[in-house]
């Protein structure tokens, strides 16, 4: 999750995050920061807050 939150930073403006399967985990937990507008979730697990993927 630290590469993404560095890759959200290294851009210009606001980003939309787009996850597939375990990787809905890591927008999820990225997507708390006030550059990222939208979170798309193809085919992933979309927990909710305070739970895991394994929940």
Do not use: C
């Not at 809905?24 to 979730?41: E, S």
């Amino acid at each position: 999750m630290a590469f993404t939150k560095r890759a959200i930073d290294a851009q210009q403006g606001h980003v939309v995050l787009v996850g597939h399967s375990w990787g809905g985990t890591v927008i999820t937990q990225a997507g708390d920061n006030d550059r990222v507008k939208a979170l798309v979730y193809v085919a992933a697990f979309a927990p909710a807050k305070g739970e895991s993927t394994l929940d």
